[in-house]
C-alpha cells in the first residue's frame, strides 16, 4: 500500500501486540498493508476522496496470512484469557467469538483475508496516540474517539460485540453518519462492507477468488538509487 499510496495510514495491528490475542501474530513479519494491485488503486482513489473532506484513510488489516487464521483459532480454544486482552473484548464479544469459531470453523476470521485485498479501512483524522487505560476501546461512550483517535463510529476495529454490525442498533446519530458516509465512499470505488464488521471491505470483482495465500508479510522492499553513469 506504501508504494500506491504513502498517505493512507496504517496502523496493523496483528504486528504488533496490540490486538485481542495480546500478541504478534505468525505471519505478520512486518507491520505493513499488503494488497494486490487492484485493491491498492482503489483505495488510494477512497483516499483522495476522503482527502477533500479533511479525512484519512487508517487500515489494520490487509492480507492475513493462512498461518495468521489457524494462531486465530488456536487461540479462541484457550480455556484462558490472559489480562493484555481483556481491554480489546468484552465479555460478550468473546464468547461471540468463541461460538462463532466453533459454529463455523472460522467464525469472525474469514477465509477471503487470505487473499491481498483490504481486510479493515478507516477514517481517522491522526495517526496515533497514547491509550486511554480508563475506557474500554471497544465500545467507547458516546462522543469519545477510541484509543488511537479515531472518528466515533460506536466501536473500536476488531471489537467482538453486536454493536460492531454496520447496522447495529443503540448507535448515535453521528455514529450512524460515519459509518454511512464510510460505507458509501467505499462503494462508490468497488468496496462492499462485511455487515457484521463496520471495518470490513472486499474489492468487487477480486481477481484471485477462492485462492488463499499463505506467504508471510515480509519487510517492505525499497529500490535501491540507481548510481551514475561514469564517463
Not at 204 to 212: D, F, K, L, R, S
Request: hydrophobic fraction near 35%; charged fraction near 30%.
Amino acid at each position: 500500500m506504501r508504494d500506491t499510496d504513502p498517505t493512507i495510514l496504517q496502523d496493523m495491528r496483528y504486528a504488533t501486540a496490540n490486538n485481542f490475542v495480546g500478541k504478534k501474530v505468525p505471519g505478520y513479519e512486518a507491520p505493513e498493508c499488503v494488497l494486490v494491485r487492484q485493491a491498492a488503486d482503489a483505495l488510494a482513489a477512497v483516499q483522495a476522496e476522503l482527502r477533500g473532506k479533511h479525512l484519512t484513510l487508517k487500515v489494520y488489516d490487509c492480507y492475513r496470512p493462512a498461518r495468521a487464521v489457524k494462531a486465530f483459532v488456536d487461540w479462541a480454544k484457550l480455556p484462558r484469557r490472559s489480562q493484555s486482552e481483556v481491554h480489546l473484548l468484552s465479555r460478550a464479544g468473546k464468547a461471540r467469538l468463541v461460538s462463532g469459531l466453533y459454529r463455523d470453523g472460522l467464525g469472525p476470521f474469514p477465509w477471503r483475508h487470505g487473499r491481498p485485498h483490504p481486510g479493515a479501512a478507516r477514517r481517522d483524522r491522526r495517526a496515533h496516540a497514547a491509550p486511554d487505560r480508563g475506557r474500554d476501546p471497544c465500545t467507547p461512550a458516546s462522543g469519545m474517539r477510541a484509543p488511537d483517535r479515531s472518528i466515533d463510529m460506536g466501536t473500536s476495529f476488531d471489537c467482538f460485540d453486536v454493536k460492531a454490525n454496520t447496522d447495529a442498533a443503540g448507535l448515535t446519530p453521528k455514529q450512524r453518519q460515519n459509518r454511512a458516509m464510510l460505507v458509501e465512499t467505499m462503494r462508490r470505488h468497488g468496496f462492499k462492507n462485511y455487515e457484521k464488521e463496520w471495518w470490513h471491505y472486499t474489492l468487487e470483482g477480486e481477481p484471485y477468488p477462492g485462492t488463499i495465500f499463505g506467504f508471510p508479510i515480509a519487510p517492505r522492499e525499497r529500490s535501491e538509487p540507481q548510481q551514475g553513469t561514469k564517463k
